[in-house]
């Protein structure tokens, strides 16, 4: 029952927990300006300012650079995305797959 509080906490609240992972990203880079964002060609995405564009892991990469502003991407970025966007289906998947189960103990009795 734990994952699927979990999952029904991630697909509700997405913007809390976009938020949080930005904290945790500050928190690890040291950057206080970074901020998490969210398009539909890019995904999650890294935003830093011009004033911290040299300051990112080695390990985060470029995906777009504008004139105050540079878009970047991690591993976890891609992990991340597809657990929050997933989370209702995979929510509702495994609702039916419990309710499944307790009907099919219910028929034995």
Not at 10 to 25: I, R, S, T
Not at 48 to 60: G, K, N
Request: net charge positive; with cysteine; hydrophobic share 35%.
């Amino acid at each position: 029952m734990w994952k699927l509080d979990r999952l029904r906490g991630l697909a509700a609240n997405q913007p809390a927990v976009a938020c949080e992972y930005q904290a945790q990203l500050v928190r690890e880079s040291g950057i206080p300006s970074l901020k998490v964002g969210y398009n539909k060609v890019f995904g999650y995405y890294i935003e830093v300012t011009e004033a911290h564009r040299d300051r990112p892991p080695m390990t985060w990469t470029r995906k777009q650079d504008g004139k105050e502003r540079r878009a970047l991407y991690h591993a976890g970025a891609e992990e991340f995305e597809s657990e929050t966007l997933s989370a209702r289906d995979r929510s509702i998947a495994l609702e039916q797959t419990l309710f499944e189960q307790v009907r099919q103990a219910c028929c034995r009795r």
